[in-house]
């Protein structure tokens, strides 16, 4: 279940992202991805949070600001299409394209 929702995950993630202007790089595997930001993941947190939803911090040494999600074995496509829009519309807040 892991890799077949792991894999729509990473998919999702990356039509949503992959080409916006403050992500550099989106890495993971399974259900633990990871989106490197040209932005402050401080601030991508507290805007994934005014839409309840939590983002783990992420990042150190070259790479300062990263955010993960890593959603629990359960989560359904819906859940996915909910993280992904919320994460998105977080990113968009922070550093409009």
């Avoid at 039509?15 to 992500?23: M, N, R």
């Avoid at 040209?38 to 991508?44: E, G, I, N, T």
């Avoid at 005014?50 to 300062?64: F, I, K, L, N, T």
Wanted: charged share 25%; aromatic share 6%.
């Amino acid at each position: 279940r892991a890799a077949q929702q792991g894999a729509l995950l990473e998919r999702r993630l990356r039509d949503e992202l992959g080409d916006h202007p403050a992500v550099v790089e989106i890495r993971g595997r399974g259900l633990f991805w990871g989106i490197e930001l040209r932005c402050s993941r401080d601030a991508v947190m507290m805007a994934a949070l005014e839409r309840d939803m939590w983002v783990y911090p992420a990042g150190s040494g070259p790479v300062a600001d990263a955010v993960m999600v890593a959603p629990p074995f359960v989560v359904t496509e819906d859940d996915i299409e909910q993280i992904v829009t919320r994460l998105r519309a977080s990113i968009d807040q922070v550093h409009p394209g």
